[in-house]
């Protein structure tokens, strides 16, 4: 277990208010203490309570700042440790003064998500809540929060102990067996076994799994890449969904060079838009730059909004943006439908067959809740926000989770087949282990930096 005592600034970069510095370890406290005015005595300090003073810099003999400080006494802290909490004002650099003085004096710079990864080895959180303050740290709807705030009070470690449980019990009953095969019989019931971990086990890891594909957008969000030839309405698209004039529009084809990103809410889905440059044959290498990017950001795009515009003709560079898109999720956006008419939708629709489509004049505001609306059915399959599941596992939570139901229905097979005892306890080892990983009972160091890593510095 760490034992030593780390710090770091707990607030956002930049100026507030107020901005917190955040002690935790075993001496945490005789490390703030003398830096504090007036002197306080430590054993007449009470834990959990909020102190007035100000810190004081030893060497230069002068006070820093005015602060609220509080003394939070292991083990009822985050951390499990003693914390000291030093509020002061928030300006970065009167806040690194106040962290330097502190580490000075012998503590260290704490890692990205070191408290909460100390809360989790000091057995406050388990891993799934852990992960869970990183959920709720950068939350973008409040669709996401809620999911963050439910898994924060346990509901997913609930969900995962219920199944791991029985699958336990099965295990050491197995290898029971092994350790005395004259009992074989009498301990392994296969059917009964077979049955118990179908309904107990099989079912519900297949729920949860139905459950990560139900709610994990409204969490993790999915990235949309707006692409079409140039001068299409894409930029006006992308102002239009932010509803701000964030990227530049003009009749003139190629104004947009670059990438642009914002995230929008879409019924609770944050929604990384992109706005590119047109996609088309070019001399200028300036823009052939602004396209290979434009390519890079279709392969990592989850959805893509191709636009058209049916003011025009379609040319054959709709058509090769088509061949790059057809075979993705994606939406075909018609645009300009103020400049069109009937016919030339039907024969756009007709020659990019197969994807589904909305008609929309960017300029003038029309079609824009229908499109949101097919990007929203398009990302959630339809399924509003009401029946969010209660319980949604992550991605890291998938893979175990699937891991866990391959083992777990190999098991029921060889209970099935009675496949020697030795080997079904294998596949049951394997179950009980990649659950186990989930809320952290099974770990391994990268596990844990690869988890913690995503954090900010002071969480
Ligand atoms: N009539 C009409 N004009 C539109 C509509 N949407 C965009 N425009 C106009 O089309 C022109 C190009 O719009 P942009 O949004 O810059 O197009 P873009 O696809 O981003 O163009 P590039 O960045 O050059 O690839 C501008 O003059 C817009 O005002 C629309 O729905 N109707
Ligand atoms: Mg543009």
């Known amino acids: 277990m760490d034992s030593d005592t780390i710090a770091a600034i707990a607030t956002p970069p930049g100026a507030g208010g107020i901005g917190v510095v955040k002690i935790s370890g075993p001496r945490a406290i005789s490390i703030a203490l003398p830096l504090l005015h007036p002197p306080k005595d430590l054993h007449r300090l009470q834990s959990h309570h909020l102190y007035y003073g100000s810190i004081i810099d030893p060497e230069a003999k002068r006070s820093l700042d005015e602060v609220l400080f509080s003394v939070m006494r292991a083990p009822n802290t985050y951390t499990r440790e003693d914390v000291v909490e030093i509020q002061a004002h928030g300006s970065r650099c009167g806040l690194g003064a106040i962290l330097e003085l502190v580490l000075k004096r012998g503590a260290r710079l704490a890692d990205p998500g070191e408290f909460t990864k100390r809360a989790f080895l000091n057995g406050r959180l388990d891993l799934s809540r852990a992960e869970a303050v990183i959920d709720l740290v950068n939350a973008q709807t409040a669709e996401g929060l809620e999911l963050a705030a439910r898994q924060l009070e346990g509901h997913l470690l609930e969900s995962i102990e219920a199944i791991r449980a029985p699958l336990e019990m099965i295990r050491v009953e197995v290898e029971a067996a092994i350790d005395f095969p004259e009992d074989v019989e009498d301990i392994i019931r296969p059917d009964v076994f077979a049955d118990t971990m179908t309904r107990e086990v099989i079912t519900p890891l297949e729920e949860l799994l139905d459950h990560y594909d139900e709610g994990h957008v409204y969490r993790e969000g999915i990235a949309a890449t707006i692409v079409g030839r140039p001068n299409v309405g894409k930029s006006s698209l992308m102002n239009r969904l932010l509803q701000k004039e964030r990227a530049i529009v003009t009749a003139i084809p190629g104004t947009t060079r670059d ?7 879409i019924g609770g889905v944050p929604l990384r838009l992109i706005d590119t440059a047109g996609l088309h044959d070019t001399e200028s290498d300036l823009e052939a730059a602004g396209i290979r990017f434009t390519r890079q950001q279709l392969d990592e795009a989850d959805l893509v909004l191709f636009m058209v515009d049916c003011s025009i003709p ?18 075909l956006v018609i645009n300009k439908i103020d400049l069109g008419d009937g016919h030339v939708v039907r024969a756009i629709v007709e020659r990019l067959g197969g994807l589904s489509w909305v008609e929309i004049s960017a300029l003038y505001n029309q079609g824009i809740e229908k499109l949101k609306a097919a990007i929203f059915g398009e990302v959630t399959h339809q399924r509003g926000t009401s029946d969010l599941p209660s319980v949604v596992p992550n991605l890291r939570h998938k893979l175990a989770i699937e891991r866990g139901l391959t083992a777990g229905r190999e098991a029921v097979e060889g209970f099935r087949t009675q496949r020697p005892p030795e080997l079904v306890a294998v596949d049951l080892k394997e179950a009980v282990d990649a659950l186990g990983e989930i809320t952290g009972i099974v770990t391994t160091e990268e596990m844990l930096d690869q988890i913690f890593s995503r954090f900010c510095v002071g969480k």
């Open 314 to 331: 379609l040319s054959g560079e709709d058509v090769r943006i088509y061949d790059l898109v057809r075979r993705r999720k994606a939406i």
């Open 259 to 265: 990438f642009i990103e914002e995230t929008v809410n």
